[in-house]
């Protein structure tokens, strides 16, 4: 299984052990859309709440190979905001080291 279908199967269960697992150390997330940038921690609390969900059958792996990949999927807020999103992660000691984002807001 590959490192983001791993992450994947985690995020969905809410895994927290897992997202420590997969997560390197040193991890850091940026959002383009914002200019954010979160923490190992801030990310894996982020991940427990429930202000995200996935659409599930528009999710896809788009690359993956030891060092880099490409995710796109379509991801609903609490708020009932839509975004389609494309994420690029970086690996490194076979743990996702950075996630990088742009979004597009969606109609409702």
Known sequence: MSILEKYDKIFQAKDEAGMNEILHDDF?????????QLSKSDVIGWAMSDDISEDRDRSRIIYENDEIGVHHAFVT????????VMAVYKFK???IISMETGATNMPK
């Open 77 to 84: 807020f609490k708020d009932g905001n839509t975004q389609a």
């Open 28 to 36: 850091k997330f940026t959002m383009h859309s914002s200019g954010n």
């Open 93 to 95: 000691d076979g743990k």
